[in-house]
Every structure is written in C-alpha cells, then in structure tokens.
T-cell receptor, first 120, second 111 residues
C-alpha cells in the first residue's frame, strides 16, 4: 500500500521550545493532508486540514498560531508546535489522501506512523 | 452534525471467541466507511466499504455495510491475543473533507 512517513517518531523537548514534525507521502502526491492528535486512551482528534499551496483549515478550538502548518509541496506537510508546553504532550499523526483514480485510492487516507511528543 | 457511533466501547473475550463490532453513522454526503486497527502506533487500514451488502474479507476479519440502516459491522472469528487493539470506524464524505471517526472499540483478547 501507499506509504506515509513521519519524522521524528518521537521527540522530547523543554517547555517553551518549538518542535517541527514532518509528514511525507512517499509514493503519491497528496494535495490534502490531515493532522490529528491523540491523547492516551482517546480517539483521534482532527486538528487541521493541510492543503498544498494554501492555508490550512483548523478545527474549532485548535490555535492556528500555536500549531503552524505548512504544506509547501505535494509530498510534504509540516506541523510546528510553537512554544510547547507539557499539555501539548501527545501523539501526533498525519494522514494523506491519494488522488482519486490512483491505485492507492482503495483507501481514503493513509496514516503516518505518528510522532510522540513529550514536553518537559 | 455528522456522527459516527461505535459499540461496544470496550470488550473482553477469550481466545477463540468470535466478536462483532458495530458502527452506526448519521452523515450527509456519505462516500465510504472505513475500519482501522490501532495498536500502539498509528491506525492501520483494514477495510473500505462503499456498497451495501458486499462482504469484505481478510483472513479471520470480515466486514459488511448496510447503507439503508446506516451501519457496518466488523467480525473477527477465532480471536487471538494479537487481535487486541482499538478498532476505529470512520466515514468519508464526497469532496475533500476529513474523515469523521468514532470513538473506537477497545478489544482485549485474553488467553
């Protein structure tokens, strides 16, 4: 199946620092990528929809100035957690949607492996 | 508001049992329903269902969609401890909109 990678897979940082997480679609071009956050024993919570070449669409309650999303190319979206605090510690997962009509389109979205962020 | 409801929220069974997980939905512009399995990392894809009444099967797992009654079931036969996971159901819509996820069913299979 299609492959989506995330980097880093885990990160520990000090409170107040910024952390960048990359999401790449490796074998297809993705005009749309999605960023989710998941707290322990909870379901995925959509944070934002990342559209190549335009501004991201954020879900209600997600601060766009704190979670900066850049989708500068058809294979790369980045999420930057600015001035991270302990309450931002979570599992961040991206997903990418393949173009319709491509062989990968047997699935609506392909998930990256996730990034576990711990803010001390 | 679009809604996806999974039941039960958690389930404990013994190895060898058969389980049925449920997912009902109330959405507009339905396109497909998906099942994912999540262990310690990101969800892994199981099935995508678009047509009513056509069973999809992969080994001991199978799933079917009823678009009239707006639900899907995921069956796992002869469960194994490796089936322990959270099973997520999600609905996709026409257009380029995000999936809507249910809260998941946490399945624990004990030896």
């Amino acid at each position: 199946g299609a492959v989506v990678s995330q980097h880093p897979s885990w990160v520990i940082c000090k409170s107040g620092t910024s952390v960048k997480i990359e999401c790449r679609s490796l074998d297809f071009q993705a005009t749309t990528m999605f960023w989710y956050r998941q707290f322990p024993k909870q379901s995925l919570m959509l944070m934002a929809t990342s559209n190549e070449g335009s501004k991201a669409t954020y879900e209600q309650g997600v601060e766009k100035d704190k979670f900066l999303i850049n989708h500068a190319s058809l294979t790369l979206s980045t999420l930057t957690v600015t001035s991270a605090h302990p309450e931002d510690s979570s599992f961040y997962i991206c997903s990418a949607r393949p173009p319709s009509g491509r062989p990968q389109a047997y699935n609506e979205q392909f998930f990256g492996p996730g990034t576990r962020l711990t803010v001390l | 508001e679009d809604k996806v409801v999974q039941s039960p929220l958690s389930l404990v069974v013994h190895e060898g049992d058969t389980v049925t997980l449920n997912c009902s939905y109330e959405v507009t512009n339905f396109r497909s329903l998906l099942w994912y399995k999540q262990e310690k990392k990101a969800p892994t894809f199981l099935f995508m269902l678009t047509s009513s009444g056509i069973e999809k099967k992969s080994g001991r797992l199978s799933s079917i969609l009823d678009k009239k009654e707006l639900f899907s079931i995921l069956n796992i036969t002869a469960t194994q401890t490796g089936d322990s996971a959270v099973y997520l159901c999600a609905v996709a819509f026409s257009g380029n909109t995000p999936l809507v996820f249910g809260k998941g069913t946490r399945l624990s299979v004990i030896a």
